[in-house]
């Protein structure tokens, strides 16, 4: 009867197998990401002081971040050089961010064209009293405007 | 190079080579990957957090451009900001040389560099506290309702500030409390490095305290401009 090699000897045979098989950056890896890393802070700043645009100017400021947290997460965090399961979880966690704000934006962004009081509507009551006392005190805001829609459109249907 | 024996010759051995990973995993490998897979995952959860703070910025910067604006330039200094992100940079860079210095066995190296880290830590913390927290809570420059910053050099500040302010504040301080927790763990990695705990075959702490120190890192880098530099 021969016999099966034991869990011992199997054991062994694995632990040998996979014994020192991580990836180890080389200093000049690291001293060039860190030298990147930092001439893209100075480029970030140089950006904002350059006049693009409202949307223009947060796209390159998150662009420019995103390149920055790529090479730390790539280099410095090892995933570069790691097992693909440990990227599918960030990528699924940064799917899920996605959807997240991407749904919440949308569904803000376009409440106003279902009802125009509720456009912005989302501060607490007491700030925005002050800021809308504020804006009727400067002229910027009637809310005599308002009046025909808004809140009382609610309870029109049952009324009539 | 064979791990079999585990004889007298371990007694002049250092904690690292004489460590045996848990008896339910087959070799220190897969525990050292089922780990860091177990890290990566709690990471996860830590930008699901943070990502709430990112949502009500795009949000309130959606609603109120003119505001943000002029609250970021007024309220915020980019170049404590600028100095803050310098710092934590570098001290990734010490914790990725930490990191390394345990895959290569170089003990004295690896301690080295976590305090200095732990040390930038406590720099970006000293500079947040001392010169950004401390005179905004004496000017009144507080989030939400506690807002009571009447305006000061030509400075009217616009009814949305306190939204800004509290972004800024929920966002800051909750990044600075990771940071805090990053410096204690950091001590705790350094100690048990100088005890011999980490090398070649075994320093999943470090690795693993590494990625939380990167990441608490990665979410400052893209808190800066956000916060700091709205043009």
């Known amino acids: ?160 | 190079m064979t791990t079999i024996t585990n004889t007298s010759a371990s007694v002049s051995q250092e904690p690292w080579e004489r460590y045996k990973h848990q008896p339910h995993w087959r070799n220190n490998e897969d525990e050292f990957e089922a780990a860091k897979l177990g890290m990566w995952i709690f990471l996860a959860t830590e930008l699901l957090l943070f990502s709430g703070f990112f949502c009500a910025y795009f949000i309130l910067r959606m609603f109120y451009p003119e505001s943000f604006r002029g609250a970021s330039e007024h309220y915020l200094d980019w170049r404590i900001g600028a100095i803050n992100t310098i710092v934590l940079l570098v001290s990734s860079w010490n914790v990725a040389v930490a990191v390394r210095a345990a895959q290569v066995g170089k003990k004295k190296l690896l301690a080295f560099n976590v305090f200095f880290a732990s040390l930038l830590g406590i720099v970006f913390l000293v500079l947040k506290i001392g010169l950004e927290y401390i005179p905004k809570i004496h000017k009144g420059e507080l989030p939400g309702g506690n807002f009571w910053f009447a305006g000061a050099h030509g400075y009217d500040p616009s009814a949305y500030d306190p939204m800004f302010l509290s972004v800024y504040w929920v966002s800051t301080a909750t990044h600075g409390f990771h940071v805090l927790v990053g410096v204690l763990l950091l001590w705790w990695i350094g100690w048990r490095a100088l005890k011999g705990h980490f090398g070649p075959k075994h320093y999943t702490a470090v690795e693993n305290i590494g990625l939380y120190w990167h990441l608490v890192d990665i979410i400052w880098i893209f808190l800066f401009p956000l916060l700091y530099l709205v043009p």
Request: aromatic share 8%.
């Open chain 1, 1 to 160: 009867m021969t016999t099966a090699p034991t869990i011992f000897e199997s054991e062994a045979a694995h632990e040998l197998e996979r014994e020192h098989k991580h990836y180890i950056p080389s200093m000049l890896e690291l001293n060039v990401t860190l030298v990147a890393l930092l001439f893209f802070t100075v480029l970030t700043v140089a950006a904002s002081r350059v006049d693009l645009g409202e949307s223009v100017n947060l796209w390159v400021a998150i662009g420019i971040s995103v390149v920055k947290g790529s090479f730390v997460a790539l280099v410095f965090m090892h995933l570069k050089n790691d097992k693909a399961m440990n990227s599918i979880v960030l990528f699924f966690c940064f799917l899920t961010i996605a959807f997240f704000l991407m749904f919440t934006i949308i569904d803000l962004s376009s409440r106003g064209r279902v009802d125009p009081m509720r456009a912005g509507a989302i501060a607490p009551p007491a700030v925005v009293q002050q800021a809308r006392e504020r804006a009727i005190a400067e002229g910027r805001l009637d809310l005599s405007e308002h009046k025909e829609g808004g809140a009382e459109h609610e309870s029109e249907p049952t009324e009539h």
